[in-house]
């Protein structure tokens, strides 16, 4: 199993742009989250899904978008780039069943807006 | 709404010597309780957890942690650190009724002295 898998690892924008950060799981886990994570203030949830055509917003959603056509992939949108949103983000899924929850993730993905 | 705080943004511990990483949390409805642990450039990985039952869970390299329901508490212990502890520890809370959505505390950086 490959996991979570984030790609790219990293990317610079301009102002402006938009871009979408792929993310994707091989161990059909229902659940999967966007995070981003910035010096000083932890792992902000920003989108997650709790199934296939089911997404809802975390605590920081604004300036990002998701969908959710298949089990495995979750990619985040970013419809116009800005500066604060320079950061880290990890994608992660996880089981309800068993596992209670216990979130798998990516290795990341650092994106620097100028 | 679901909250975590880890009051101590750095712990320094001596190599042999026992450690402790403070975790609070709140939640509506019994909480499941995660710490995660993240190295250097890397995705966060899961250390332990609690769900139900005994208040002292064990789990991965050693680590332990204890809920306490009254404090709403949930630290992370060991009873002798190595220098290769030294990282990014995170608590996050869920409550038992919503798989899909985590709250991570802002971190704790442990750092081990040989």
């Known amino acids: 199993n490959a996991g979570v898998t984030q790609t790219p690892k990293f990317q610079v924008l301009k102002t402006g742009q938009s871009m979408t950060l792929q993310c994707a ?25 709790v199934g296939a055509g089911i997404t809802d917003q975390g605590e920081v959603p604004n300036g990002y978008n998701v969908s959710r056509s298949t089990t495995e992939d979750f990619p985040l949108r970013l419809l116009s780039a800005a500066p604060s949103q320079t950061s880290v983000y990890f994608c992660a899924s996880s089981s309800g069943v068993g596992d209670h929850g216990t979130q798998y993730f990516g290795p990341g993905t650092r994106l620097l807006v100028l | 709404a679901q909250s975590v705080a880890q009051p101590e943004d750095q712990v320094n511990v001596a190599e042999g010597n026992p450690l402790t990483v403070k975790c609070t949390y709140s939640v509506s409805g019994n909480p499941y309780l995660f710490w995660y642990v993240q190295y250097p450039n890397r995705g ?26 009254s404090q709403t508490s949930f630290h992370l212990k060991k009873p002798s650190a190595l220098v290769s502890d030294s990282a990014l520890y995170f608590c996050a809370v869920r409550a038992n009724t919503n798989a899909g959505k985590s709250t991570f505390g802002d971190g704790t950086t442990l750092t081990v002295k040989p």
């Open chain 1, 25 to 49: 799981q091989d161990m059909n886990h229902e659940y999967m989250s966007w995070y981003r994570q910035d010096p000083g203030m932890g792992l902000r949830l920003i989108h997650y899904s």
């Open chain 2, 44 to 69: 966060l990985q899961f250390l332990l957890k609690y769900i139900t039952g005994d208040n002292l869970v064990k789990g991965s390299y050693g680590f332990e942690a204890e809920f306490n329901k």
